[in-house]
């Protein structure tokens, strides 16, 4: 029935975090005692004050009606004063606010309206799995440059210069990282910055959708720098450091004729994000910090565990993420190895025996640029950490 199915659908890779939990799920349906490492999910409930804005917006009967395509007014004038307080993103006003159903939206908004056929992106590797695939389905060309363990994964402003052609139309990276939980410092963005101001018609798309899970203390947005907010697209939203994944609320800070075509392509695919999500996000944005940063401490503990379990397993090589909630260890020294007849040939290979052998999730790197790694998400409590790294353990223990 392929054949019945577009050439973009047919050619589109499955996001592997989604297709591993769904994995996941299926055998703890089965009654099989899973522990699921792989979703980038906070496993916090979303902060009181934010649930209680909603059933607000609720009894006031006002949020029930199609919301403005580029959101409501107010949570769009919020996000601008956010991060021009926050991010010293001075020229940031309402205008250049585009609110959508998450930043996975936001990107593709982004990538729909300024790739046409050819066009190539560069993408800092190892990198979030949806970035390819949307690059390519909106005609693009995926280009990588590799950071690795030794520099902590991260790619450097000579490798973007080298990368960059005459088909170059943008350059997008995260930091906070997913899936390395590595921080781009200011003078590491200070010399990005410098190679994309030397090219014409050249952006960055900056994904700082983990800004509020960030252990150094020094958060820089790019956009901030003199000449880059009009070459620059910041993309947030309020899953992470809110805890509000199935919220459903992203936005993007854009030069304003690319936040007019965001709105544009948005008003012809989906609307207006969803009112009473929106009255959430304005809660959680202008409201109280505190639960985010008592979260942010939690996971500062949990990557302490982790890191002193991961440093435990024998051929388990690990850098200390920055931020985010995740571990991206490379796990080459398991590859030629073997257990009760399953051979592991790479990561894809050691992700499925970890699952049927130890019952713990994990995905593999090779769906993040990174085929001799694999991402471990530490949003879970410490009990099933503890567990889920018992467990793994035990079973990279018996491959020989």
Known sequence: ?????????????????????????????????????????????????????????????????????????????????????????????????????????????????????????????????????????????????????????????????????????????????????????????????????????????????????????????????????????TVNGFSKGYAMTGWRVGYICAPLFIAKACEKMQGQFTSGGTGIAQRAALAAIAGDQQPSKEMEKAYLGRRELVLGLLRDIPGIKTHVPEGAFYFFPDVTAFFGKSAEGIQINNADDLCIYLLEKANVSVVTGAAFGAPDCFRLSYAASEEDLKEALKRMKEALGNLS
Request: net charge negative; proline share 4%.
């Open 1 to 233: 029935m392929n054949s019945i199915l577009s050439d973009r659908i047919n050619q589109m890779e499955e996001s592997a975090t989604l297709a591993m939990a769904k994995k996941a799920r299926e055998l703890k349906g089965q009654g099989i005692d899973i522990i699921s490492l792989s979703l980038g999910e906070p496993d916090f409930k979303t902060p009181k004050h934010i649930q209680d804005a909603a059933k607000a917006a609720i009894d006031e009967g006002k949020y029930f009606a199609y919301p403005p395509v580029a959101g409501y007014q107010d949570l769009r004038e919020a996000i601008a004063k956010k991060l021009r307080d926050d991010n010293k993103i001075s020229d940031a006003k309402a205008e250049n606010i585009v609110v959508s159903t998450g930043a996975k939206h936001s990107i593709a908004n982004i990538f729909m309206c300024m790739l046409n056929e050819g066009d190539e992106v560069v993408i800092f590797s190892p990198y979030w799995v949806s970035y390819a695939e949307i690059i390519k389905l909106a005609g693009g060309v995926p280009v990588l440059i590799e950071g690795t363990l030794e520099n902590n994964f991260k790619a450097t402003a000579a490798q973007l210069k080298d990368a960059m052609t005459a088909k170059t139309k943008a350059v997008i990276y995260s930091s906070p990282c997913n899936p390395t939980g590595s921080v781009f410092s200011k003078e590491e963005l200070e010399a990005i910055a410098e190679v994309v101001k030397s090219q014409e018609d050249v952006y960055v798309i900056a994904d700082e959708i983990y800004e509020l899970i960030n252990f150094t203390g020094q958060h820089a947005s790019i956009g901030s720098f003199p000449g880059m907010f009009e070459r620059t697209i």
